[in-house]
Every structure is written in C-alpha cells, then in structure tokens.
C-alpha cells in the first residue's frame, strides 16, 4: 500500500549509510558515471544529426508521460565542458557516455558525418584533459529513423549496419579511447522497444522481439573484429540488464515459472554470448515465434570479450501466470520491503546475489557494473539544497555489498553510478530523476544533491589521505 511505501521509505530515510571508505577497493579500482546521448545531449537538429527512432516515438501521443521528448534534454551537446567538469570534480577516474548514432552516419552507406565525430572528438579529448577514462557504448537505443523505415533491428542488414558504424567511431577514436560497451541492455532493446511497445520504436510481437534480440547480439560479434583491428588494445564488451530471481513460492509451477523467466531476462543473452547458444528450453517454448539463426551467427555472437557489464537495479519475484504472455510467468511485488518511486525494490544484497551467480554460471572474466541507481522525489530546498539522502543511503549500501562480494573473491573491478545527471527517462520524460547532479530543465541550472556530494566525499578520502 502506499502507506506503507511511505513508512518504509521513512525508515530508509532515518538510516546512517554504512561504513564503507574508497580505501576498502582495490587502488586501481575504476570509478565513474554513466550517461547516454539521447538522454543528456538534445541539439537534435545540430551537426547534421539525423532522426532517431525516439525522436518519432516522442511524437506519439501518449507514449510519453510528460509529453516530451530529449531534443533538448541536459543540453550536454553545448554545455558538456561544464557536464565534465562535474565529473573530474567528483573525484571519477572514468566516465560512461554513448555515441548518438544519428550524429555519425546520416543515411544507408552515408559517408561518417564530419561534425559528429568532431563533436565526440571534443568530448573525448575534454574527458583525458580531466583525468577520466572514457568508455564509450556505441548503442543506447537511439537508431537513426532511416534504419527503422527499412525494417530495423528485425532486419539482419541491420547487424551488418551497425558493424560498420563501429568501424567508423573505432576508427576515428580508438587512438584515445581504450574501452568499448557495444550495446546497452539489449533486453530492453528487443523486449521494451519490440514485444512490450513502450520504448521507440513501440513495436508489440513477440517474434520480432526474439528476432531482434538475435540481429543485436549477432550486431555485437560483427563490431567486436571491427573495432579490435583499428584499436589493438581495446577492451570490448557488453552491458546487459541482469535481475537475481526468486520463484514466489516452493510450489512447482512458481519455481518453474521462474525457471522460465530467467531463461528470457537473463540466460537468453548470457548463454549465447559465452558460446552455449540460445538456452533449448526457451527455444522450444517460443516454437515459431524464435528467431532465424544463420550458420556462422552463434560463433560469431561467442567471440571472445575482455569483460561483461552488468547493470543492476532490482531483483525480481516470479510466479506461475496462466495465459500470462510470453512464458506464463509474472514479475510480483515482495511485501514490506523500501522500494524507489519507480517502485523498484531496494536490495543491495540482490547485487552480490547476481555477481556470484554470473561468475559461477558463466566465469565471464573481469565484470563492471556498468549502472546503478535510483529514482527518489527530490526537492530543492530554499537554501538551494537537495537532500536526497535515500539516494545517497542507496548508493552506500549497494558499494557496501560490493565490497562484500569483492572480498568473497569476485572478480568486479569497477563501478558507474547511474547518472551523473537528471536526464530524460525514456516512457517517463522527465518524471524521474536518477542523477547525482540535479539539473532544472528550463534554465539548464547544474545543483549536484547531497548524494553527489557524498559520492565525492568517498572519493576524495583517499585522496584527502596522502
């Protein structure tokens, strides 16, 4: 009930964070934010930059909460100087951004866009000016218009498409930049944007999710060579959205039913990405909804990586739903635990819980936990103040856990809070607000919240130490 949403998140709000200093990680641990293009940048009609498929959506009465969109969002396209300042002032070594596919190729076997790659040149030489590591994700969501006309991520062009593009990026960057993402969730690429219709380009059929989710993976095995041959000591990954799962109850049919789900939220991605192929229990469940796989795809999708990012939120309870589209499998709420005002659970320990099932599953290597974060109602105070300590006790508890799982021997070696900036929050607009920076949208206003400041108080004890 709300009411007791509202006794809980008291209860958050009355905690001390637990003891946790910079000094309990690894000195070259790796410390950042993450961002994306399409939600900070806006400039959407600048530098020759093309539609997206979100512009469109945006366009679509009611797929937007607020009615609005991200052509103008944080503004980050002119004031990213100041956006990075933020960072180097946090005390981040590394920072996480995507490059807007739109600003680079234009239209089908365009030529790369000169001032878009001058654009990101600037904001890559801006990030080593300050002492931050970029990582650049080469797909946050944002595919140029002109793909979609032609079928999209459902069409296998695509994969070969996007292989190119990070050709292109590799080629213009890699003498500067050193780590690779190549797409962000593609879960909610394929399930979100495809089968549930309430991310661009809002499509709802369960095949062309499956399909899509295929032509994205297979898009990353095409990239990884592309990029490896321009940028010889690249490291190269994948960031997933990944969830811990517990059936609902010991009876057969919900832990079955959780079985399932966990087959299409998390083994769907991770079993063919380390060389096991599509999990045969959900392939023989989809039927003919599951995608057309081609000889050679399965190979190139397992080639090898240099680490796997994990974006961590919440975990999920399942239960057996009969009828339920797709698996007969329902995500239910757990009683009496704090949640976000996305209504997210809060669990730290969800996240040692994920760590330690990805390495004993699949021993993937080095991982990064790409994102992190939580959406809480902030104010500002009227002494300019905003004190978000839920978000702040979110983020100790959840480094707190790290620690934990770290010292049980995992091999985690980095962390990017989710954001560095109150942006636009896809389906939300600007509703819901994650950043570590508060940003007021009609004057561009940058007030970094009590969360913010406390991340760089943590940051800088090492430093403060010498």
Same mark, same amino acid.
């Given at each position: ?12 709000? %009355?905690?001390?964070?637990? $003891?946790? #200093?910079? &000094?309990?990680?690894?000195? !070259? ?5 993450? @961002? ?124 070969? %498409?996007?292989?190119?593009? $990070?050709? #292109?990026? &590799?080629?213009?960057?890699? !003498? ?5 993402? @190549? ?284």
């Amino acid at each position: 009930s709300f009411q007791a949403h509202q006794k809980m998140t008291k209860k958050i709000h %009355a905690t001390v964070p637990p $003891a946790i #200093a910079r &000094s309990d990680f690894a000195r !070259d641990f790796l410390w950042g934010c993450s @961002t994306s293009s399409y939600q900070i940048e806006g400039g959407a009609a600048e530098g020759g930059r093309v539609e997206s498929i979100w512009d469109r959506f945006c366009e679509r009465p009611g797929a937007i909460r607020d009615g609005s969109s991200g052509a103008v969002a944080c503004d980050h396209y002119h004031r990213w100087p100041e956006d990075l300042d933020i960072g180097r002032d946090l005390g981040l070594n590394a920072y996480r951004f995507s490059v807007a596919r739109p600003r680079i190729i234009k239209g089908p076997g365009a030529r790369p866009n000169p001032q878009g790659l001058a654009f990101y040149s600037r904001l890559v030489d801006g990030m080593l000016e300050r002492g931050l590591e970029p990582w650049l994700t080469l797909y946050h969501w944002d595919l140029p218009q002109y793909l979609q006309d032609q079928g999209g991520w459902n069409e296998r062009a695509t994969a070969y %498409a996007f292989a190119d593009f $990070a050709d #292109a990026v &590799s080629a213009h960057l890699g !003498d500067r930049v050193k780590h690779w993402i @190549t797409h962000n969730e593609p879960w909610c690429t394929a399930i979100h944007g495809h089968f549930e219709g309430v991310h661009a380009p809002g499509i709802q059929d369960f095949r062309t999710a499956l399909q899509v989710s295929h032509h994205v993976l297979l898009s990353h095995g095409l990239a990884l060579p592309a990029i490896r041959a321009n940028v010889p000591d690249a490291q190269v990954g994948i960031a997933l959205s990944l969830h811990p799962l517990t059936a609902a109850s010991g009876k057969p049919e919900d832990i079955a039913a959780c079985a399932r789900h966990d087959g299409l939220r998390n083994r769907w991605f991770l079993d063919p990405l380390h060389g096991r192929g599509y999990p045969a229990d959900i392939l023989d469940l989809c039927a003919a909804d599951a995608p057309v796989v081609l000889p050679g795809d399965l190979d190139a999708i397992a080639a090898p990586t240099d680490f796997l990012g994990v974006n961590y939120y919440f975990p999920e309870i399942i239960e057996h739903a009969p009828g339920a589209a797709p698996l007969e499998a329902r995500v239910v709420p757990r009683e009496g635990v704090p949640r976000t005002a996305f209504g997210w659970e809060v669990s730290p320990e969800g996240l040692g819980a994920l760590i330690r099932r990805i390495e004993a599953d699949y021993d993937p290597g080095p991982i990064y936990i790409t994102e992190n974060g939580s959406t809480w109602e902030d104010t500002v105070g009227d002494d300019g103040e905003i004190d978000d300590r839920e978000r702040r006790d979110y983020l100790a508890s959840h480094l707190a856990a790290l620690r934990d799982t770290i010292a049980g021997g995992s091999r985690v070696k980095g962390y990017f809070a989710w954001s560095l900036l109150d942006n636009f929050e896809w389906a939300e607009g600007y509703l819901r607000r994650f950043g570590l920076t508060h940003v007021d949208f009609e004057t561009q206003q940058r007030r970094l919240k009590g969360s913010g400041k406390w991340y760089r108080a943590f940051l800088k004890q090492e430093e403060d130490a010498q």
